[in-house]
């Protein structure tokens, strides 16, 4: 019991299962999932297909705040990923062509590729602190996907290009097989081969690794640009859905939820330590808390108050700190902490 | 310890190295001041620099704050939210007929108490300052709709006397009581950061807090400290900005954390805490202010250039500032 509570991924599963707990009491049949058309359809299908955008920004994020860094510019990225794919696909002849829409969306991808490494070359090569160095993309990505867009909102019509986000495919919604195969492309990645040794040495301690000989810049490089093309499918799929592209909404503030959903799976901002199946959890965490407030008819100005409250309860559930001092009391389970100063030494010192 | 060390040899005369990304920055602001005088008619005049006081009395006051967290190690996102939130506070209570006074102790103490609240919960429950504040930014926010989902005007004569205000300083230049205010937040931050216990302990906190608490030092208090000057700074820089606005809206100061954090950066202060000075803030945003100056006088800009531009901007200002500053050693940017 004590090791199934100490787990990392216990806390956000069990907020994940109280918030589905919520649905259930407040939805008739939250639970079922049905076949129709050969399709799946239910809630529950709908909370992760909708959450398919976060959870692969969120995959990309949680590589990158691994190391130390992290990227604001993921909601531009979004924005112009989409932008740039609606564009070709508009001035396309045939817009429903196989050919060209798979043309535009490997220009998208391979544009979001670019501006993914660009990040990463302003933090190895310039030396720039990534908070910066990616609030300069995310500032000007805004105006790159209005400057796309002509800052008008382009509408296609392109049963192709709509698959990716709203489309089925083996019974199952697209974009999850999509987010399926990403998630097996990082893990793959990260857990089978050394990449992920490498990525938690630079995010441990980056001097260090590269006295060990590890080459921080093409680790920082590849996570950057991993993270921009998690980014840039998102993008499709965001965009995908709604048939539309607009520069100035699509992805907005989806960097601060993705930063959310990477903390809530356990992830250290301080870098050095990462888990893809926490970050999933946390993003269908994030995804859940929407659709409860939708379900449970939160109204709509206190919608953020509702979104404040469930993340601060998610932390404090999360942090030892807490757990030792107000869930177990403060001397029951003093080995628990991993601290370096035991509490009543730091309590003596700071008086 | 991130502190800079060593000195710099510059022309026969040497300067400690920790000042120079200020000095940088200072350097590089003057040069744009200069190419933006030779571009545009009118843009050499004092008053142009006034006027991003001006215009910025608010983000400075705000950035001040952002600087106490930021040389703890710390970041305060909720800092734009709470803006939003004193104007909305201020806003409802002056319309509902409080005196103004106690609308803005109210509103202070309001702000005070949520940096407060943060602090203690990122200090006791040991979780990452970017998350706390992260959550209280969404609940400030969600306060401002809770009160009030749409604009609500100021139309209290003091406040809009206040407003209105200018201070002649001679030869046509003026400025307003706000820049006063803003200036009086800076010049009280810098000395307590300087010549008082709380500022040194800061620094020692952001350079190695485990080394600070085996000193004795109070790190409980000042970490909790910072976060509550922040907030303060936040209220009293919603305040500024509502005699700017003349009202109070939720949607007041979107995005406003990022320009105070690219501010503190600007100016030379390392995230990762104990390195900085809270003159290199004033420098951070008066190179923002610039930058929107500059955009205003070009004047022709559609709304995505101005974006794609300030990004620019941002961009060449920032390498510059790496480029001239040497290489520091040791420290690790994160």
């Known amino acids: ?351 | 310890m991130t502190t800079l060390t060593g000195r710099l040899r510059i022309g026969g005369q040497t300067i400690p190295r920790k000042y120079v990304p200020v000095l940088v920055t200072a350097g590089l602001f003057v040069a744009m001041f200069a190419a933006g005088s030779v571009r545009y008619e009118a843009f050499g005049t004092g008053q142009v620099i006034l006027n991003v006081f001006v215009d910025n009395a608010f983000l400075l006051v705000v950035a001040v704050g952002m600087t106490f967290v930021i040389l703890t190690g710390g970041i305060d996102l909720s800092v734009g939210s709470v803006v939003a939130l004193s104007t909305m506070l201020a806003a409802v209570l002056l319309r509902d007929g409080w005196p103004v006074v106690a609308v803005i102790g109210l509103v202070l103490v309001v702000g005070a108490v949520l940096g407060l609240g943060m602090g203690a919960i990122v200090h006791y429950f040991e979780i990452q300052p970017f998350i706390v504040t992260l959550a209280g930014m969404f609940l400030a926010r969600g306060l401002c709709y809770t009160i009030a989902t749409d604009s609500i005007p100021i139309t209290d004569p003091s406040f809009t006397a206040f407003a209105q205000a200018t201070i002649p300083l001679g030869g046509e230049l003026w400025i307003t009581p706000s820049v006063v205010a803003g200036l009086v937040v800076v010049v009280v931050a810098a000395y307590v950061l300087h010549y008082t216990r709380l500022g040194r302990n800061v620094y020692a906190i952001g350079g190695s807090e485990q080394s600070a608490l085996l000193m004795g030092l109070p790190v409980a208090r000042t970490k909790i400290a910072v976060y509550t000057i922040s907030g303060f700074c936040s209220a009293l820089g919603g305040l500024l900005l509502s005699f700017y606005m003349l009202s109070g809206y939720g949607l007041h100061a979107v995005g406003m954390e990022l320009d105070a954090i690219a501010a503190v950066v600007i100016g030379g202060t390392l995230l990762t805490g104990g390195s900085g000075y809270l003159l290199g803030t004033v420098l951070g945003v008066l190179v923002l202010g610039l930058i929107q100056t500059i955009i205003s006088f070009e004047g022709t800009l559609s709304s995505w250039w101005t974006k794609i531009f300030i990004g620019a901007l941002l961009f060449v200002f920032i390498l510059l500032q790496r480029l001239i500053s040497a290489r520091r050693t040791g420290a690790r940017s994160t």
């Open chain 1, 1 to 351: 019991m004590s090791r199934l509570l100490g787990h990392r991924l216990f806390w956000p599963s069990a907020v994940l299962a109280a918030l589905l707990l919520v649905n259930v009491v407040f939805t008739n049949g939250f639970l079922n999932v049905q076949m129709k058309d050969g399709h799946l359809y239910g809630s529950l299908i709908d909370i992760v297909r909708f959450g398919a955008p976060l959870i692969l920004v969120a995959l990309g994020m949680t590589l990158v705040i691994a190391t130390g860094g992290i990227d604001l510019s993921v909601g531009s990225v979004v924005a112009i990923a989409g932008a740039l794919a609606c564009l070709r696909i508009s001035l396309l002849g045939d817009q429903n062509s196989v050919g060209g829409v798979l043309g535009a969306i490997g220009l998208a991808l391979a544009l979001s590729l670019v501006l993914g490494l660009w990040n990463g070359v302003l933090v190895t090569a310039a030396g720039i602190q990534p908070i910066i160095a990616t609030l300069i993309l995310m500032v000007a990505g805004r105006g790159l996907a209005q400057l796309i867009t002509d800052g008008q909102i382009i509408t296609i019509n392109s049963s192709p290009y709509k698959l990716i986000g709203g489309g089925y495919w083996l019974t199952l919604p697209f974009g999850i097989i999509i987010v399926a195969a990403v998630l097996a492309l990082a893990a793959f990645l990260t857990r089978r081969l050394a990449l992920g040794l490498l990525i938690e040495s630079v995010g441990g301690n980056a001097k260090a690794s590269r006295l060990a000989g590890i080459s921080a810049r093409g680790v920082l490089l590849t996570v950057y640009a991993f993270c921009g093309l998690c980014a840039g499918i998102a993008g499709l799929m965001i965009s995908s859905n709604v048939s539309s592209a607009d520069g100035n909404n699509a992805g907005l503030w989806i960097e601060l939820d993705a930063i959310l959903a990477v903390v809530i799976g356990g992830t250290s901002l301080a870098g050095g330590r990462f888990s893809l199946g926490g970050t999933v959890l946390g993003a269908l965490v994030i995804q859940t808390l929407t659709t409860t407030i939708y379900s449970i008819g939160v109204p709509p100005e206190t919608t953020l108050l509702f979104k404040a409250l469930v993340v601060t309860i998610v932390c404090l559930l999360q942090s030892p700190a807490f757990r030792a001092k107000v869930l177990h009391g403060r001397r029951r389970r003093p080995s628990a902490s991993a601290r370096p100063v035991p509490e009543e030494k730091k309590a003596s010192v700071s008086a």
